[in-house]
């Protein structure tokens, strides 16, 4: 009976022990799930932050000539895309030329974002394919390459509500006049918004080229965590004298 009695402490001190440990366990993994974001974008802009780090000094070891060399191809190349009535249809052969051009290595890395507005810098990719839409910004083929000048438009797109990533998650924040930078080969392009639409994912009229405008749109999904629609934030640069154009 002495036997018995004692089992049966011991499993009620076991008990009164598992409570508080299951407490605990919940509590912490409550507590993950609710850092988990913050940390996960945090590792992001690292990673982001370093692959940029490495972009930037591939530049800087860059000849001047050879800065130059790519930036004409590149003006060269929107100019072609106002002859081009199929510019978003990407052939293997379009594809391999535009991924040539603003590629200083072979990260696929063609600049950089930075939204003051929001709090947002990313690194900005060669095309909108999933794998890079969780890390960064994609430039969309077919859109003017983000060099400036006259008949341009460049189209950036990013994804909004990762789990392991803000991107464009605080693009609907943006109001007129906010301004965004484009850092490209060691120069900066300025835009300040001017036109905020919502519009069907099959609506490419927003994001035609003008004459003699240099837009740039950031492109995501909207609304947030419905994603049937896509929000268009347009900027609008000021085009210096001296920048020819299409």
């Known amino acids: 009976m002495n036997a018995e009695a004692g089992i049966f402490r011991r499993d009620g001190r076991k008990k009164r022990w598992m409570l ?7 509590g912490v993994l409550g507590v993950s799930l609710l850092l988990y974001p913050a940390l996960a974008d945090l590792q ?4 982001n932050g370093r692959m940029y780090g490495a972009y930037s000094r591939e530049v800087g070891g860059m000849p001047t000539e050879q800065i130059e060399a790519m930036w004409r191809e590149a003006e060269e190349y929107n100019r072609q ?3 081009d009535p199929a510019r978003f249809l990407m052939t293997e052969e379009k594809t391999a030329e535009y991924r040539r051009l603003l590629a200083p290595d072979d990260t696929g890395i063609m600049g950089q974002i930075t939204i003051p507005a929001i709090h947002c810098r990313e690194v900005i990719y060669h095309g909108t394919d999933e794998g890079v ?3 960064g910004a994609g430039h969309l083929a077919g859109s003017s390459l983000p060099v400036g000048g006259r008949s341009v438009h460049t189209v950036l797109a990013g994804h909004r509500g990762l789990p392991s990533a803000r991107l464009f998650t605080d693009l609907d924040q943006l109001a007129y006049g906010d301004e965004f930078f484009l850092d490209i080969l060691g120069r900066t392009l300025v835009y300040r918004v001017d ?3 919502v519009v069907e994912p099959d609506d490419q009229e927003p994001v035609d080229i003008f004459p003699d405008q240099d837009y740039c749109t950031l492109l995501t999904c909207t609304p947030y965590g419905v994603n049937t629609e896509r929000l268009l934030v347009r900027g609008v640069r000021e085009i210096p004298e001296r920048e020819g154009g299409g």
Request: a positive charge.
């Open 20 to 26: 508080p440990g299951l407490v605990l366990f919940f």
């Open 44 to 47: 992001n802009r690292r990673f």
């Open 81 to 83: 895309l106002l002859e």
């Open 133 to 135: 839409l969780q890390v």
């Open 195 to 197: 036109q905020i639409l």
